[in-house]
């Protein structure tokens, strides 16, 4: 069975840092992919960044690029999203996401398993 646990969400001040963890089984680790999505109220579910867990290439969102970075660590079965320079507007819930796609297709029709979220607060 195929199971995600994210981690990692708290509140943090404008400029501030978080790391989410994303704790996986179920699946071989070293195939497809993981990806990080946000969901902010009124809004729709976005994808964040995601990672291929075969040779760690990655993609992020525009909302991110230059502030965020995924990783992977395969001995652990984890995918990290570590999250720097944080705005307000990147309060939301954020989830992790299974998918056998490409790395590039970070939307999340693309993702058939799904990990609870972790709420990220970024106060002003």
Known sequence: EVQLQASGGGLVQVGG??????????????????GWFRQAPGKEREGVSC??????RAYY???????????ADNA????????????PEDTAVYSCAYGNGDYYNCHPDEYDYWGQGTQV???S
């Open 17 to 34: 840092s978080l790391r989410l963890s994303c704790a996986t089984s179920g699946f071989t680790f070293d195939d497809y992919v993981i």
């Open 51 to 56: 990672i291929s867990l075969n040779d760690g």
């Open 76 to 87: 652990k079965s984890t995918v990290y999203l570590q999250m720097n320079r944080l705005k």
């Open 61 to 71: 969102a525009d909302s991110g690029t230059g502030r965020f970075t995924i990783s």
């Open 121 to 123: 607060t970024v106060s």
